[in-house]
């Protein structure tokens, strides 16, 4: 004989609170990330000081010695602007979804680039200028 009560399906269990959690939130920028972030801004802010000062009196400079101020070059001072907002930026941006210490350890690479490559553009002007001064590149 067969049984005529249909089959009983099973019912769905009622999700439970920990199924809507999805993986751990990534940490936000509260006061101790702010904290770091503004005393490495204090570094960068020292970088940008000295190349408006170099942006500045480099001109001063070229005009002292007699030399025309149009053969400066005036990309690598502006450049020298230019970077440690960029990297800076750039390290805030990389270090969004990163734990405090490597926002930290992303900022301190970040100003060891600026350092670096603000060097580098203070010597290639060093390098360049016999050269825009003698008219051979200018």
Known sequence: MTDSTPEAT???EA?????FEGPAPAPGYGWPSVVVAALFGLFYAYDLWEAVSTFFELPTFYEAFGFDVAQL???VL?????????VFLLA???GRRRSLAERALLLLVGLSV???????????EAVLRPAL???VLG
């Open 10 to 12: 099973p019912t769905p």
């Open 133 to 135: 001064l003698s008219g």
């Open 92 to 94: 805030l941006w990389a």
């Open 15 to 19: 999700p439970t609170p920990e199924a």
């Open 73 to 75: 070059p005036w990309w």
């Open 114 to 124: 600026v350092a670096a490559l603000s060097l580098g553009l203070i010597a290639l």
């Open 78 to 86: 502006v450049l020298m602007l230019v970077l440690p907002v960029v």
